[in-house]
């Protein structure tokens, strides 16, 4: 089955600057890149997916990358601020394009921290 | 944009009773719901796949007989943890994708489970 590994596991970076986060997975039938920020005991929030048939992705401050032949794809953050902080997951799966394969395994978080 | 409700947010029961969650999809149709559980600080591990009119697909190593899914409804899933433990205690949050292409996956708020 597919493996999701997300690197680092806690990033503290100044406010103001970026961050990255990185991920790798091991399906390569999976088409369908989605990244979450979680809260404290809150719900995981959908901030911004990719599909296989794209490699880049961007909404303000936020974009991400995936390179297909590499198995890889990053969460790239520019000009963080405090709000930022949470923990963001990467996840995979083969669902994008219908049908009921669409659960999502998930990469173990990264805490980031943004200081002010 | 698409809601997903979780009822109970937290419940606190006692070793060896049941307690039952409810997932609900307020304005679109779920053919398919998933159950995840996320441990303090970890990532969210998918339970099972819920299938609208038939039964639950589960992931290995997870007990069908004692986390039982329910999805009567288009708008409805249920888990119920039968005989609970200590050890069953987490965050257990459902998600649901509307029946369309390219649909994201929305979560619910989750259930905060604590057995005593």
Known sequence: GENVEQHPSTLSVQEGDSAVIKCTYSDSASNYFPWYKQELGKRPQLIIDIRSNVGEKKDQRIAVTLNKTAKHFSLHITETQPEDSAVYFCAASRGAYGGSQGNLIFGKGTKLSVKP | ?116
């Not at chain 2, 819920?50 to 888990?79: C, M, P, R, W």
């Not at chain 2, 069953?88 to 057995?115: K, M, W």
Request: aromatic content about 8%; overall charge positive; hydrophobic content about 30%.
């Open chain 2, 1 to 116: 944009g698409a809601v997903v409700s979780q009822h109970p947010s937290r419940v606190i029961c006692k070793s060896g009773t049941s307690v039952k969650i409810e997932c609900r999809s307020l304005d679109f149709q779920a053919t398919t719901m998933f159950w995840y559980r996320q441990f303090p600080k970890q990532s969210l591990m998918l339970m099972a796949t819920s299938n609208e009119g038939s039964k639950a697909t589960y992931e290995q190593g997870v007990e069908k007989d004692k986390f039982l899914i329910n999805h009567a409804s288009l708008t409805l899933s249920t888990l119920t943890v039968t005989s609970a433990h200590p050890e069953d205690s987490s965050f257990y949050i459902c998600s649901a994708r509307e029946d369309r292409q390219n649909s994201p996956l929305h979560f619910g708020n989750g259930t905060r489970l604590t057995v005593t």
